[in-house]
């Protein structure tokens, strides 16, 4: 009997270490799980603010402004409007010699 005891003692204490080692994992698991979330949350909240700040650089007078000042564009006028016609694919009325 006193065999059967030290068995049992033997699986008991293996089976008490297993379970704090599990029980550790999953305290270790879960707290891994809320940092991920609490960055998911960081990154979607910085997502929400660069997408409010792109909305609000392209608004049509942004534009205008920007291409005004930056690239020194102009609106177009028909005295400062130049058509180009292709030759060879104008009709052969509209052509002078």
Sequence with gaps: ???LNVVL???LLVSSMYLVRVA???RRLFA???K??????VLDTEYERLQTEKQAQA???RV?????EKLAMRTATPAVTL?????ASAPAAERTP
């Design 32 to 34: 891994e799980l809320d």
């Design 24 to 26: 550790h994992e999953s």
């Design 1 to 3: 009997m006193s065999r």
């Design 36 to 41: 991920a979330q609490n960055e998911e949350h």
């Design 83 to 87: 058509y180009v016609v292709d030759a």
């Design 64 to 68: 205008e402004q920007a291409a005004r």
């Design 9 to 11: 003692l033997v699986v």
């Design 59 to 61: 608004t049509p007078f």
